[in-house]
Every structure is written in structure tokens, then in C-alpha cells.
């Protein structure tokens, strides 16, 4: 006992020293100034999206508006109906191709980290290789469309980002660290691989599967080069994709406009572009700060074992 009171003591003085003050200094510094430099550029989004066009174009951004304007967002609100159902299309697709693309990469892993599977190297192979080629655009739209049928259903959205061999690896490397003793007792106590995968593995995939959904999750909601392919329908048109076709529209304004000798600067463009990031990642925000520590805990786990 009396070893580990000195211990103590002894990591509280290197704690309280002089050097070690000055390093917590220094480092608190570094942090702070680092999240400054993270946040300065996202109040230059709001404050730019607040602003008018006009103050922009002839003075640029600024951290707070300027001359206050909400003409970026009675643009993109203009018809909130639409709005609303581009939001709906976008969770809906983010939450089921979350949930799938988990499930699918966690068991795909969880197969491949098996060392008792007999075949893992050479499926391993198949994965590893289309890191380094694939079909082309021109192929996988020939099969999406062709061959699936999938031209103007959701499912041409949420297909191609549910399963990504850069996602299966780092998966693999949690799956890798779980001890097969477990596996082996729950198969002497008569428990079948599903009950296994769902009962065991899956409960310690935990920081895995909160790090490979944050990526799954921002993958699916910033998508909107698959929606511009398959689908035509405005009523399944994705958030990212609508915003794409409302800034397009705002641009083709100003160079009608510029052409008929209006004043460009009345016609709303930067400021569309702040208004539209803002719309676009705030239910990124809200959601993101309820998985940060699964998020940190699996992105350290996996940094440590990889």
C-alpha cells in the first residue's frame, strides 16, 4: 500500500512540476488556436449566408454580416414543401443505407477475420482488387440500369456507398482483436454463428460500428452524383442534389442577367453557396456530437491495432 501511495505521489509531483506546466501551457495553446482555425471558417459560412449579395461581391466575407440579408434562404425555402421532402428522401436513404451498410460490412469482416475460414485470403484478394481497378462509370451505369432496373428508385442511391473495402478494413481490425476463446465457448454452450454474430460479436463492435457509421452516414447525406445519374423524378430528388439544382438555377440567373445588362450583384450566388453548406450540414451537427466518443474511441482503437 505504501508502494502505491508513493507511486502516486511520485506521478503527482512530475504532474505539478515546472516543465510539465509548461507543457500543458503550450499544448492548451496549440488546441485552442487549432480550434479557432476550425471554426473561423464555418462562421464565415453563416455570416456569409446572413449577408448580401451585393456587400459580397465588391467587399467579400466577413466573420459577422455585414449588411444583414435572408434572400439566400427565401431562395432555397422558396417552395418549403419541396424542401421538406428532400429532407425526408435524404434520411430516409442515410438511415437505411447506414443500417445495411453496417450490417453488411460488419459481418463481411467479421467472416474475413475469421482464422478458421478457409477460404478468407483468396475472397480477401477479390476485395483488395477493385481498390486498384474497376468497371468505369459507363459499365456501372450500363448495370445499374440495364441489368438492376434501377433507374429513378432510391435503391440506385443506396446500393452503390453501402459497402466499401476501405470501411471492411478497419472493421476487420476490431473484428481481429476480439479473442476467439469467446467464440469458442459460445459454440461449446451450442450457439449457432447467427447467434454469435448478433450476441456476442456485434455488442463488442460497438466503437467499430459508431466510427464505420460516421462514415457511412456523411457519405450517403453529401451524396448527390448518383441521384444526378439515376434519378429524373423531382419528388425523389435527394437534399444535396436539390441544393445542386437550385445553385445551378441561381447561377444561370446571373449570366441571363449579366447578358441583359441587369446588375449581377442583385442576383444571389455566393451567398446561395454559404446558405445552401448551412442547410446542408446542420443535422450533420446535431447528430454528430451523441457518437463523438464512439467516434474517437473506434478511431483510436483501430489507429492502435492497425
Same mark, same amino acid.
Given at each position: 500500500?505504501?508502494?502505491?501511495?508513493?507511486?502516486?505521489?511520485?506521478?503527482?509531483?512530475?504532474?505539478?512540476?515546472?516543465?510539465?506546466?509548461?507543457?500543458?501551457?503550450?499544448?492548451?495553446?496549440? =488546441?485552442?488556436?487549432?480550434?479557432?482555425?476550425?471554426?473561423?471558417?464555418?462562421?464565415?459560412?453563416?455570416?456569409?449566408?446572413?449577408?448580401?449579395?451585393?456587400?459580397?461581391?465588391?467587399?467579400?466575407?466577413?466573420?459577422?454580416?455585414?449588411?444583414?440579408?435572408?434572400?439566400?434562404?427565401?431562395?432555397?425555402?422558396?417552395?418549403?414543401?419541396?424542401?421538406?421532402?428532400?429532407?425526408?428522401?435524404?434520411?430516409?436513404?442515410?438511415?437505411?443505407?447506414?443500417?445495411?451498410?453496417?450490417?453488411?460490412?460488419?459481418?463481411?469482416?467479421?467472416?474475413?477475420?475469421?482464422?478458421?475460414?478457409?477460404?478468407?485470403?483468396?475472397?480477401?484478394?477479390?476485395?483488395?482488387?477493385?481498390?486498384?481497378?474497376?468497371?468505369?462509370?459507363?459499365?456501372?451505369?450500363?448495370?445499374?440500369?440495364?441489368?438492376?432496373?434501377?433507374?429513378?428508385?432510391?435503391?440506385?442511391?443506396?446500393?452503390?456507398?453501402?459497402?466499401?473495402?476501405?470501411?471492411?478494413?478497419?472493421?476487420?481490425?476490431?473484428?481481429?482483436?476480439?479473442?476467439?476463446?469467446?467464440?469458442?465457448?459460445?459454440?461449446?454452450?451450442?450457439?449457432?454463428?447467427?447467434?454469435?454474430?448478433?450476441?456476442?460479436?456485434?455488442?463488442?463492435?460497438?466503437?467499430?460500428?459508431?466510427?464505420?457509421?460516421?462514415?457511412?452516414?456523411?457519405?450517403?447525406?453529401?451524396?448527390?452524383?448518383?441521384?444526378?445519374?439515376?434519378?429524373?423524378?423531382?419528388?425523389?430528388?435527394?437534399?444535396?442534389?436539390?441544393?445542386?439544382?437550385?445553385?445551378?438555377?441561381?447561377?444561370?440567373?446571373?449570366?441571363?442577367?449579366?447578358?441583359?445588362?441587369?446588375?449581377?450583384?442583385?442576383?444571389?450566388?455566393?451567398?446561395?453557396?454559404?446558405?445552401?453548406?448551412?442547410?446542408?450540414?446542420?443535422?450533420?451537427?446535431?447528430?454528430?456530437?451523441?457518437?463523438?466518443?464512439?467516434?474517437?474511441?473506434?478511431?483510436?482503437?483501430?489507429? =492502435?491495432?492497425?
Amino acid at each position: 500500500m505504501a508502494a502505491n501511495t508513493s507511486g502516486f505521489e511520485g506521478a503527482s509531483k512530475i504532474k505539478n512540476s515546472p516543465s510539465s506546466m509548461i507543457f500543458y501551457i503550450i499544448a492548451y495553446i496549440v =488546441v485552442a488556436f487549432m480550434a479557432i482555425v476550425c471554426l473561423v471558417p464555418f462562421l464565415i459560412m453563416v455570416s456569409g449566408s446572413f449577408t448580401a449579395e451585393k456587400y459580397i461581391t465588391f467587399h467579400g466575407f466577413n466573420i459577422y454580416p455585414v449588411e444583414f440579408s435572408t434572400s439566400a434562404y427565401q431562395i432555397i425555402f422558396k417552395n418549403p414543401a419541396t424542401v421538406a421532402k428532400a429532407y425526408g428522401v435524404s434520411i430516409y436513404v442515410t438511415l437505411l443505407g447506414t443500417f445495411l451498410g453496417l450490417m453488411i460490412t460488419a459481418a463481411t469482416s467479421y467472416v474475413l477475420g475469421r482464422k478458421d475460414f478457409k477460404y478468407r485470403n483468396k475472397f480477401s484478394f477479390f476485395f483488395y482488387f477493385t481498390t486498384l481497378f474497376n468497371g468505369g462509370l459507363v459499365c456501372t451505369y450500363i448495370f445499374f440500369v440495364r441489368y438492376l432496373h434501377l433507374s429513378n428508385s432510391l435503391w440506385a442511391i443506396i446500393l452503390p456507398g453501402m459497402f466499401s473495402v476501405f470501411n471492411m478494413l478497419i472493421m476487420r481490425t476490431f473484428v481481429v482483436g476480439i479473442p476467439t476463446a469467446l467464440i469458442e465457448s459460445a459454440k461449446i454452450d451450442g450457439a449457432g454463428e447467427y447467434r454469435i454474430f448478433f450476441s456476442i460479436i456485434l455488442p463488442l463492435l460497438k466503437p467499430g460500428l459508431a466510427t464505420i457509421g460516421l462514415f457511412l452516414a456523411l457519405a450517403y447525406w453529401n451524396n448527390w452524383y448518383n441521384a444526378m445519374l439515376f434519378i429524373t423524378d423531382t419528388d425523389k430528388f435527394p437534399l444535396q442534389y436539390m441544393l445542386y439544382n437550385t445553385l445551378q438555377k441561381a447561377e444561370a440567373m446571373s449570366r441571363i442577367a449579366a447578358q441583359a445588362g441587369i446588375v449581377v450583384a442583385d442576383v444571389p450566388s455566393n451567398s446561395l453557396k454559404m446558405a445552401m453548406a448551412v442547410v446542408a450540414t446542420g443535422p450533420i451537427l446535431i447528430v454528430y456530437p451523441f457518437v463523438q466518443k464512439y467516434f474517437v474511441a473506434g478511431i483510436t482503437i483501430g489507429s =492502435v491495432k492497425g
